[in-house]
């Protein structure tokens, strides 16, 4: 037993395992599994770490990556929409807010078209009766937007119920721009207007 614990290896031993590493180099350089990312080797050298947003540690004075914006700033494509959520709020946005695209605007027309599309006719359906794909599919039926109350809103109004929600309508003032939500309106009077189906 004076020998337990140590490991011997005869020159059949080390052959074995030089060839046990050949083999498994040689798999290494030719079979490629193409689903798996390759191997990088100093990444940092290509990509750099991102900051993580407000997060300490950024090479700021305070640490954060986040930038507060500076008093009075408006960015770009973020006017403020001061109106509250309440019926009342969206028939005050209908009396002082005009549409800023014309109706004879035939691009503005085109891509309001587009974002109705996209956005609206899911559900109130391409010719806004409120048979879209998901009414069809159990959520709630929404009303026509042919139908009398639609027909009498002012513009300003569409874009508060579009821009704030309504009822079971939810707020696409994140997916859809201010200019394509105004857009999407003019489409929707030229739908009410001229009866396209
Ligand atoms: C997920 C489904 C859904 C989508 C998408 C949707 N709506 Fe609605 N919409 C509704 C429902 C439901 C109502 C009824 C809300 C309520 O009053 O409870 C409604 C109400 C409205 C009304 C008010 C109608 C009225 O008579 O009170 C307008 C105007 C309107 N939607 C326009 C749009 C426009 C424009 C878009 C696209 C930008 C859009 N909606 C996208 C479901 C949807």
């Given amino acids: 037993m004076s020998t337990a614990g140590r490991l011997t290896f005869g020159p059949y031993a080390v052959a074995l395992l030089a060839a046990g590493a050949c083999v498994f180099a040689l798999r290494l350089a030719l079979v490629t599994d193409h689903s798996a990312p390759n191997t990088e080797i100093l990444p940092e050298m290509v990509r750099s770490a991102a900051w993580v947003s407000q997060i300490d540690g950024a090479p700021t004075p305070d640490g954060l990556s ?6 009075g700033v408006v960015p770009r494509g973020m006017l403020p929409f001061r109106y509250g959520t309440t019926p009342e709020e969206a028939v005050r946005a209908g ?3 005009t549409n800023p695209f014309r109706a004879d605007d035939t691009a503005a027309r085109e891509r309001g078209a587009v974002v109705f599309a996209r956005f609206c006719a899911v559900c109130h359906g391409a010719d806004g009766e409120g048979e879209g794909l998901a ?4 959520m ?3 009303p026509s937007l042919r139908a009398d109350r639609a027909l009498q809103m002012k513009d300003g109004q569409v874009f508060h119920v579009v821009t704030k929600g309504q009822g079971n309508m939810a707020s696409y003032a994140v997916p859809i721009a201010p200019d394509d939500r105004w857009k ?3 489409h929707l009077r030229a739908l009410q207007t001229t009866g396209t189906r």
Avoid at 66 to 71: E, F, G, N
Avoid at 135 to 138: A, E
């Fill in 135 to 138: 009414v069809r599919h159990g």
């Fill in 140 to 142: 709630t039926r929404p």
């Fill in 184 to 186: 999407a309106i003019l």
């Fill in 95 to 97: 009396a002082e807010l």
């Fill in 66 to 71: 986040d930038r507060p914006l500076v008093a």
